[in-house]
């Protein structure tokens, strides 16, 4: 499913039916990304712990909501909490079906897979590309 492409070789039909995700972010890319670590954290606090984990896709969803069309998202760290036990990358393409974006990626991508964190810390997590309909732009 997933792809890694160069950013020069990336055609619009390819980004239209899958989330693309920067790994290498051209400038004028960056300057024009959303934060999304302020809007989303201050929405999750006013929930009780028990219910963030439930309500963290719908928060996103209601933040993109908000946006102008094809936003830019950026910093997506407070999804990563270990507490919310979720898998970010199925949080993040079932958003996309519903208002496509474009995210720049948080971590890194070696071996055909994101990696977030480092390898020991609570928040580390790997997504094989190929297990998710995302295109990997480097």
């Known amino acids: 499913m997933g792809a890694v492409i160069e950013s020069r070789n ?18 004028e890319t960056a300057s024009a990304a959303v934060s999304a670590n302020k809007p989303l954290a201050a929405e999750l606090i006013s929930l009780t712990p028990a219910r963030r984990t439930m309500q963290l896709e719908k928060c996103f969803i209601r933040l993109l909501e908000t946006l102008p069309d094809f936003p830019v998202i950026k910093d997506i760290d407070v999804m990563f909490n270990p507490g919310y036990r979720v ?8 958003a996309y ?9 948080s971590g890194r991508c070696s071996g055909g897979r994101l990696i977030y964190a480092e390898e020991g810390c609570a928040d580390y997590r790997t997504y094989e590309i190929s297990d998710y309909d995302i295109i990997c732009i480097i």
Request: aromatic share 12%.
């Open 10 to 27: 990336i055609t619009d039909k390819q980004s239209a039916y899958s989330l693309p995700i920067y790994i290498n972010v051209p400038p």
């Open 87 to 94: 898998d970010v990358m199925k949080i993040l393409i079932s």
């Open 97 to 105: 079906k519903r208002k496509p974006y474009s995210l720049i990626w």
